[in-house]
């Protein structure tokens, strides 16, 4: 089967910086776009960061400037740097990928997330 693991929270200081790694493995045939998303406590999960399997990347407004998503299509990982982190970055970060076993069908899979708190 298919599983999805990040990697790279932590506890940092306002201001710092933090790379999570999100690395897909089992029997995958290929890998469509690839998306952080987060989840604050009482927030509902939100979208923070998409990249296609071409490269094109999009993120949400709070985050445009201080992050940046990327894949490594070779070892079907996907990173996500954060710089300049604030206190409402906050949350449990998660990874999504649609990945096809057969060439033929995509399902959406998720990682079990990682913890991310920014200290003021």
């Known amino acids: 089967q298919v599983q999805l693991v990040e990697s790279g929270g932590g506890l940092v200081q306002a201001g710092g910086s933090l790379r999570l790694s999100c690395a897909a493995s089992?029997?995958?045939?290929?890998?469509?776009?690839m998306e952080w998303y987060r989840q604050a406590p009482g927030k509902q999960r939100e979208t923070v960061a998409t990249i296609t399997n071409g490269g094109s990347t999009d993120y949400q407004d709070s985050v445009k400037g201080r992050f940046t998503i990327s894949r490594d299509n070779a070892k079907d990982t996907m990173y996500l740097q954060m710089n300049s982190l604030k206190p409402e970055d906050t949350a449990v970060y998660y990874c999504?990928?649609?990945?096809?076993?057969?060439?033929?069908?995509?399902?959406?899979?998720w990682g079990q997330g990682t913890q991310v708190t920014v200290s003021s």
């Open positions: 999504k990928a649609d990945i096809s076993t057969n060439g033929r069908t995509y399902y959406a899979y």
């Open positions: 089992g029997r995958i045939f290929s890998i469509n776009s």
